[in-house]
């Protein structure tokens, strides 16, 4: 019997309305002491390859100092607590989430016809939760089938495609929504340890929607592989403090996984992530935009040629890093380009994320 293929037949985004990257680069000028840092810090800040990230936290400028928004919610010296963070959470995520949905263009017979939900999002905790938040705020019937993949970092959005992917190949009916849903400027911390603030550096808000069906419209959802690298659990961490998330992020992680995907390339047989391919058996790549370093580390590590990644690298100048919705922003611009002819059909790609563990999720597609 022959099994149903899932398939990505649209992707909508949204973004929250201020661009405050210029507007943090200037806070934490004032938060830097140390004249080495601040100077390491403007060099980073001109080799990140970003030039916006978005969020609903609106800057002003104030003449003794600069505080991050019209309500004071980054007030120097008076950062908000995990739980007034996560009021704020409760209170943009829906209508957040449902922006991103509109942006589909599914009516509303359209969107009673959804059968499945998966909500992927580690930047907020609540319950009753986000799933059952977007259900009434997106019109869906409440009797759908709703998944919530939490806490897992920027490679969410593969776990919840392969979600999807699965319901979609043992019900060929389902039509699933995938949300990928991150308000990581909620998270913002003061300090002046400078690998915590070049971390910062990189992160904004962003909010996915995808329909995932059995017909054979976008991209062919192929096969899913992870893979962890040994002794890397500490590369990335992502802890639930006092004063918000606090994320780690090694200054090692882009060399390890440079290293890990040369070896992966080197062994080049059906168990790796490559599964017996070679890097130029695909004509697309779709990674996510963790920072201009990870891109680096995966042009190196693979040794793609041309500008294989000018997607991510894209994504990641005007967004920045928006942990799981990255990687969908990254594949609608891809199907954007098939869809205006710049981009082939039936064309291989692969796709991949990393994140904590230290963990590569990744799967094959093919553009229809």
Same mark, same amino acid.
């Given at each position: 019997?022959?099994?149903? /293929?899932?398939?990505?037949? @649209? ?12 507007? $943090? ?15 390491? $810090?403007? +060099? *980073? ?24 928004? /019209? ?39 359209? @969107?009673?016809?959804? %059968? ?7 930047? &907020?905790?609540? =319950?009753?939760?986000? !799933?059952?938040?977007?259900? +009434? ?67 904004? !808000? ?30 990335? %961490?992502? +802890? ?6 606090? *994320? ?9 996984? #440079? ?12 168990? &790796? ?19 201009? %370093? ?5 042009? /190196? ?30 594949? #609608? ?19 991949? =994320? ?15």
């Amino acid at each position: 019997m022959t099994m149903a /293929k899932a398939h990505i037949n @649209r992707i909508g985004t949204a973004l929250p309305p201020h661009d405050v990257h210029d507007a $943090f680069m200037r806070f934490v000028g004032d938060l830097i002491e140390e004249r080495r840092d601040a100077l390491l $810090f403007r +060099r *980073m800040v001109g080799r990140a390859g970003i030039a916006h990230r978005w969020s609903y936290v609106e800057p002003v400028e104030n003449p003794n100092r600069f505080l991050a928004d /019209k309500q004071g919610f980054y007030t120097p010296g008076a950062f908000p607590s995990t739980a007034t963070r996560m009021q704020r959470y409760e209170a943009l995520a829906p209508g957040f989430a449902a922006q991103a949905i509109d942006e589909l263009g599914l009516d509303a017979d359209e @969107r009673g016809r959804i %059968t499945h939900l998966v909500v992927a999002s580690c930047t &907020g905790f609540v =319950a009753p939760g986000l !799933d059952q938040m977007i259900v +009434r705020a997106a019109g869906l019937d409440p009797s759908v089938e709703r998944t919530l993949v939490g806490f897992m970092g920027c490679y969410a959005a593969v776990n919840a495609l392969r979600l999807a992917h699965h319901f979609v190949r043992s019900e060929p009916e389902a039509r699933v929504l995938v949300v990928n849903l991150e308000l990581c400027t909620l998270h913002f911390q003061e300090t002046t340890e400078l690998e915590r603030i070049l971390s910062m550096l990189l992160f904004g !808000d962003g909010c996915a929607a995808a329909l995932v069906t059995a017909e054979p419209e976008g991209l062919a959802l192929e096969d899913f592989r992870a893979a962890t690298i040994a002794d890397s659990a500490d590369a990335i %961490t992502w +802890r639930i403090g006092d004063q918000g998330f606090d *994320m780690h992020l090694s200054g090692e992680v882009p060399g390890r996984i #440079q290293r890990a995907l040369a070896t992966e390339a080197g062994r080049n047989d059906g168990q &790796g992530l490559l599964r017996g391919q070679r890097p130029e058996d695909f004509a697309l790549w779709a990674v996510h935009a963790g920072g201009r %370093t990870i891109l680096d580390a995966v042009d /190196k590590g693979f040794e793609l040629q041309g500008n294989a990644l000018q997607g991510s690298r894209d994504v990641l100048h005007d967004c920045g890093n928006m942990s799981s919705a990255t990687l969908m922003f990254v594949l #609608q611009r891809l199907m954007a380009g098939v869809e205006a002819g710049e981009t082939p059909r039936a064309a291989p790609g692969m796709a991949m =994320a990393f994140g904590p563990g230290l963990a590569a999720e990744s799967f094959r597609f093919t553009t229809v």
